[in-house]
């Protein structure tokens, strides 16, 4: 049992923010469904939603709660749960649900997993999103391996990632991937995403020519302007097609970034080629998860609002 324990969670939608402070002397976990629900309460704009937070740990709980409510409902509603990982902090930060009550109410078996991006390296080199997210997250909760879609290691990167499209398009034909009703693109259930500095999300960087791409559905990219050079990664129209998306930031060198993907009024000439922008749902719901750190531009914007406790 927790006393005196208070939790900030800050949402900032359209240039507002409100804070949600749970009482003293409640459970972690009533504290968290008090703030969900003050969350949920707020209409988000444009199918968006920012939240920001005190510490990694705060943002790792209330990741896990939301992932876990995105998957009851996908499992309800369709019979699966498709989820599309990244690098970066990600695998770090779902580490709560390889934990009580997560790791035992979950129907892990119902579960999908896929990366929006990944490095064209063997499985096992330190630089494989696959090493990492297996080391992190997939040994330790009861995931069916035959539901785990890695890529191809074998061959280029350019057959990797005609291979991997190939594989999603068979999915999509079963709705183990469910299809957008927009287009033909596939509709992953949540696609979680961490930003770099730079602004790039899954493996889209800023000025690249993959930032155009219309009707590919996964493309590679052999100068990726950090290392290692060949990526394979989904285009913009499958990651806005998803029914729900996940932005993660951490860290002050992604402030600047996080202030041009989000503000409408940002300036500068890096505004217009920041990918993070481009990530527009069609018809989903988009969530920025947000340290302090990497929120400080737009929190230093919105001084002025008024801030409610609850």
Avoid at 167 to 178: D, S, Y
């Amino acid at each position: 049992m927790h006393t005196s324990f208070v939790r900030f969670c800050r949402v900032f939608q359209k240039g507002r923010w409100e804070r949600a402070v749970a009482g003293a002397n409640a459970n972690r976990r009533a504290n968290r469904t008090m703030e969900r629900e003050i969350v949920a309460s707020y209409e988000p704009k444009r199918n968006s939603e920012i939240r920001m937070f005190e510490s990694s740990d705060e943002m790792a709980t209330d990741l896990a709660e939301y992932i876990s409510q995105v998957s009851e409902i996908s499992v309800k509603e369709r019979g699966y749960f498709a989820i599309a990982l990244s690098g970066g902090p990600l695998i770090s930060l779902m580490r709560k649900l390889c934990e009580a009550p997560y790791n035992k109410t979950l129907d892990w078996s119902k579960w999908y997993i896929f990366w929006a991006d990944e490095r064209a390296v063997a499985k096992n080199h330190v630089d494989s999103y696959y090493k990492s997210t297996k080391e992190g997250f997939l040994s330790k909760v009861p995931i069916l391996n035959g539901h785990v879609y890695s890529i191809n290691d074998n061959v280029m990167v350019e057959d990797a990632a005609t291979d991997y499209e190939f594989v999603i398009r068979q999915l999509v034909k079963i709705r183990t991937v469910g299809v957008s009703e927009s287009n033909d693109c596939p509709k992953f259930d949540l696609i979680l995403l961490s930003i770099g500095s730079d602004g790039h999300v899954a493996s889209l960087f800023p000025n690249h020519p993959a930032l155009e791409l219309k009707d590919d559905w996964v493309t590679y990219i052999t100068d990726s302007p950090v290392p290692p050079p060949e990526r394979i990664t989904f285009t913009f129209p499958v990651i806005n097609s998803a029914s729900n998306i996940a932005v993660v930031a951490t860290g002050e060198d992604k402030a600047k970034a996080v202030d041009f993907a989000i503000s409408d009024g940002a300036e500068g000439p890096d505004a217009p080629s920041i990918p993070a922008r481009m990530v527009k749902p069609t018809d989903g719901k988009l969530v920025w998860f947000l340290d302090k750190a990497s929120a400080s531009f737009l929190e230093a914007k919105n001084d002025g609002y008024e801030h409610t406790k609850y």
